[in-house]
């Protein structure tokens, strides 16, 4: 099996991974962020990170946790297809000689290429699954009519081209480079470095799977510590309607969030998120690992 069909598989085994473990911290972090602000002297609809949860399972049931799963789920090959595949065909070219390890500088290239593929997949795909996990408050905030709520992603795929066209469903382009880009260029920058501080040099090929586990968790932190305020714009501008748009772009939604709520504002729903992150991506690194290790 060549080298690309083996990124493709470990790949979408570590997504799959991921979005098992982190679908519902991230469906929560989702509700936090575009829960509309509240009037003046009235109370946000969740109260934090816990209520957000008490409130969706006694709405939806536990499966509410798990909204808008089938967009990622559907498209997780293609996903890390991009990511894995890109990234070790950067690492082919940054190598000094076949074989040798990279630093950790040049996988910071390496997850910045990934990132920039990637974001192209990544846009369609988180705005089908915010605009599903955003949904319910939206309309008991009367953004949207409850009778009109989509019943799946490919519903909402087609609503959303109905009022926008294909183009609708890059929406949110920009910010989405501007997380998967950065994010991905630290994330496997600090999985690289952390990985090889314990090696005590560059060969890591004899860590375990709790080294792997704590280097996969430290990265993730890493990545949503960096980039959270700019998922925050992006997730507003993906849920904002097409037609009476409060938003013009992503420096108008950034300007907006901090001129109502202030710079914390950006930070909505950064506990689950950063409660997601340390298991989801741990999970993504050893399944990738494994896998990977397992084929050769």
């Not at 936090?32 to 109370?43: D, E, V």
């Not at 298991?279 to 896998?291: G, K, L, R, S």
Request: proline content about 6%; glycine content about 12%.
């Amino acid at each position: 099996m060549g080298d690309i069909a083996k990124d493709l598989t470990a790949g979408t085994v570590g997504g799959i991974a991921n979005l098992v473990v982190g679908h519902p911290f991230d469906t929560i972090k989702v509700k936090l962020q575009s829960q509309p602000c509240p009037a003046p002297g009235q109370l946000p609809k969740y109260a934090g990170a816990l209520d957000a949860v008490k409130q969706t399972v006694a709405a939806e049931g536990p499966r509410g946790l798990y909204k808008g799963m089938g967009a990622p789920l559907a498209t997780v090959a293609a996903f890390n297809a991009l990511l894995f595949t890109v990234r070790g065909q950067m690492e082919t070219l940054l190598r000094s000689e076949p074989g040798a390890p990279l630093t950790v500088n040049q996988q910071v290239v390496a997850g910045a290429g990934a990132g920039l593929a990637v974001s192209f997949l990544a846009c369609p795909t988180e705005l089908i699954k915010c605009r599903l996990q955003a949904q319910s408050s939206l309309a008991e905030a009367g953004a949207i009519s409850a009778a009109a709520l989509p019943k799946g992603p490919m519903d909402v795929a087609k609503h959303v081209m109905k009022d926008a066209g294909l183009k609708g469903l890059f929406k949110g382009l920009v910010p989405t480079m501007g997380r998967e880009i950065p994010g991905n260029a630290i994330m496997f920058g600090v999985y690289e470095a952390v990985k090889q501080y314990m090696a005590g040099g560059p060969d890591t090929s004899n860590l375990g799977q709790g080294s792997l586990i704590l280097a996969g968790g430290l990265a993730g932190g890493a990545l949503w510590l960096t980039v959270y305020p700019t998922d925050v714009v992006k997730s507003v501008i993906q849920v904002d309607d097409y037609k009476k748009p409060r938003y013009s772009g992503s420096i108008d939604a950034l300007k907006k969030i901090v001129a109502a709520e202030g710079v914390k504002g950006l930070y909505k729903g950064f506990g689950p998120a950063m409660a997601r992150s340390v298991p989801a991506n741990a999970a993504t690194f050893v399944a990738y690992e494994i896998t990977r290790s397992a084929m050769g």
